[in-house]
């Protein structure tokens, strides 16, 4: 048994040696974002007055199509920032369009977090290769081989550096339209995953602030720690552009019919949109070494707009794990009469256990406060909003980041409340400033909180935790099994509270 363990020991010793690090591109010039395409481009918002307007995108399939059509409609630029992109059928149908867009003439620049990129590179290197498509990785990993598990292995001489992320989500065509909130770019966000799909939030943005947006798209393409995927990759292994054709010709053709629309169907959606006063909240990206620059500026501005509350505050997040600020904010908000609500997953609903059993320690305290907690049900009767018919006994589970300050203001954007997003993840979003907007988002959360919907969680008379829901109240986390109740019980002894 010892020899076995000398030789993995071992093992590990060689890899970690043989690791290589990444080095910043600082000497690079930079890339800006093109100016705003011709209004005659996009004639539907033509005699839109000159003033920023939000549409509201709660539902995945309303979210997918208005991404497809402005992708279909770009003429000149296309600005995409993400998290995750995967290769399902929501995936697809967005590099579909990228690639036609590049085809047609339009600049594409694509940066990307390295997170679940593990075996990704050559199709990336392939994209590339177009001349109007770039890709760059955010804070790559610098030994790139293997499963995500071997990738990590690979590069925990590194881990100080690497554990930084970047979880911004944004989305700017032409300089005309941006796309911003919690999705990422798979089925499961936009509700067409067959097993477990989110429930999330957006906003399409159109006026001048989208010049601010690009602003921010800028800021991290041109940072330093953002590297061009031909710099990464062995050029051998890259299969070329022909391939990335070849590939879309044998996959499906899901939701093109989506991305269909004419000049009207733009002017329609504005016409109706909620006009605002904006604020960019936007971490800063790493300059030194994500390792060393703390993303806090979102986080910091977050809590100072907590604590001007006078009423209510409603906070929505998919991992609610507060950190030591937070957790003061919402004290001293209930200290001064402030109504706060929590809404969050239930242990059914999370699909992470471990940031579940890190929110259960605070639980207690957070009631003891006087918070008000929520928990989405996995079966929650409003499933069938936001899942395609084909899906709709899909499990629910809530990926929203939103915050409702009083009756005036809120928040939206991709940044938890958790501590990855608040002092280790780059984050980006709004502060919001329309009354208007404030009350469209409290009657869209207005069901979400019904009991058929999610469980009120309170302490019963003996200071125990209880979930009351349709049926009345219950001592367990309602309904996971034994099975999910033991794992997050596990997970719950590990100290990694701080890194969830």
Excluded at 124 to 141: F, K, V
Excluded at 396 to 410: M, P, Q, R, V
């Amino acid at each position: 048994m010892l020899s076995i363990r000398r030789r993995w020991f071992a093992v590990v010793l060689l890899l970690l040696s043989g690791c290589a690090s990444v080095e910043p591109q600082r000497d690079r010039p930079a890339d800006p974002a093109h100016t705003q395409a011709p209004i005659e481009a996009w004639s539907g918002l033509a005699d839109l007055p000159k003033h920023d307007r939000l549409v509201p995108l709660s539902l995945g399939s309303h979210a997918l199509q208005w991404r497809l059509r402005a992708l279909r409609a770009a003429t000149d630029s296309i600005d995409l920032q993400t998290f995750i992109w995967k290769d399902d059928s929501v995936g697809l149908a967005l590099v579909r369009e990228i690639v036609a867009a590049g085809e047609r003439g339009v600049r594409v620049r694509v940066l990307l977090d390295d997170s679940f990129l593990a075996h990704a590179d050559p199709e990336l290197q392939a994209l590339s290769d177009h001349p109007n498509i770039s890709y760059r990785i955010y804070n790559p990993l610098a030994q790139r081989s293997g499963n995500m598990f071997v990738r990590e292995l690979e590069n925990l001489n590194d881990l100080s550096r690497i554990n930084h992320r970047m979880h911004n989500k944004l989305l700017v065509v032409d300089g005309r339209i941006a796309i911003m909130g919690g999705r990422n770019l798979a089925d499961e966000y936009f509700g067409y995953e067959s097993s477990h799909n989110f429930r999330d939030f957006e906003l399409l943005v159109n006026g001048p602030f989208l010049e601010q947006l690009e602003t921010v798209f800028d800021l991290y393409w041109n940072d330093p720690w953002s590297l061009a995927i031909e710099d990464l990759a062995p050029a051998e292994k890259d299969p070329g552009f022909t391939s990335i054709q070849a590939w879309l010709l044998e996959e499906a053709n899901d939701h093109q019919d989506l991305a269909v629309s004419t000049p009207g169907d733009w002017s329609a959606l504005l016409a109706n949109a909620f006009t605002a006063d904006l604020q960019l909240l936007v971490d800063a990206p790493a300059d030194a070494s994500p390792a060393l620059d703390a993303p806090v500026q979102l986080a910091e501005a977050l809590m100072a707009r907590i604590d001007e509350v006078e009423h209510d505050l409603l906070l929505v997040s998919a991992y609610f794990i507060p950190t030591p600020a937070l957790t003061s904010a919402i004290e001293r908000a209930v200290g001064r009469g402030v109504r706060v609500r929590i809404f969050t997953n239930s242990l059914g609903s999370n699909n992470h256990v471990s940031a579940h059993a890190a929110y259960v320690r605070h639980r207690p305290s957070l009631l003891q406060a006087g918070a008000e907690l929520y928990e989405l049900r996995p079966d929650a009767h409003s499933r069938e909003l936001y899942m395609d018919p084909d899906v709709a006994d899909a499990l629910l589970g809530l990926h929203e980041k939103s915050a409702l300050f009083d009756n005036c203001c809120l928040f939206v954007g991709s940044a938890n409340m958790d501590p990855r997003s608040l002092r280790l993840n780059t984050e980006v979003g709004l502060l919001i400033d329309s009354p208007a907007l404030n009350a469209k988002l409290r009657q869209l959360l207005a069901v979400d909180l019904q009991r058929k919907n999610s469980w009120r969680v309170a302490l019963d008379t003996n200071g125990d935790i209880e979930w009351i829901g349709e049926q009345g109240a219950q001592s367990h986390a309602p309904p996971a099994s034994f099975y999910l109740r033991t794992e997050s019980w596990f997970f719950g002894l590990l100290p990694i509270g701080g890194q969830m």
